[in-house]
């Protein structure tokens, strides 16, 4: 199995900054795009971020030029560094990788979700 732990969500007014966090684990053959996702109450999981293992970013265009991901791929990390934030980014954000276990099966797995609040 592959593990997501998150870390650094909270409550921040807007305009604010907040750093989220997410370290895979497990028996990892190779990591390939990790990212992250965010779901409002009452609404569906949408894409916020992804980087591949070469580095390729892309972005909704709701969170272009405040966030930014960056990966490391020695330790296995991601984060997502967010700016400027609004009250509209107020969601559960949850990380995501997809890659190779060993023996070379395929993987999908997700966080447990990390709280990020954006209110004055």
């Known amino acids: 199995q592959v593990q997501l732990v998150e870390s650094g969500g909270g409550l921040v007014q807007p305009g604010g900054s907040l750093r989220l966090s997410c370290a895979a684990s497990g028996m990892i053959f190779s990591l390939n795009a990790m990212g992250w996702y965010r779901q409002a109450p009452g609404k569906q999981r949408d894409l916020v971020a992804n980087?591949?293992?070469?580095?390729?970013?892309n972005y909704a265009d709701s969170v272009k030029g405040r966030f930014t991901i960056s990966r490391d791929n020695g330790k296995n990390t991601v984060t997502l560094q967010m700016n400027s934030l609004k009250p509209e980014d107020t969601a559960v954000y949850y990380c995501?990788?997809?890659?190779?276990?060993?023996?070379?099966?395929?993987?999908?797995?997700w966080g447990q979700g990390t709280q990020v609040t954006v209110s004055s």
């Open positions: 980087i591949t293992s070469g580095g390729s970013t």
């Open positions: 995501n990788a997809e890659g190779l276990r060993y023996g070379l099966v395929g993987f999908t797995s």
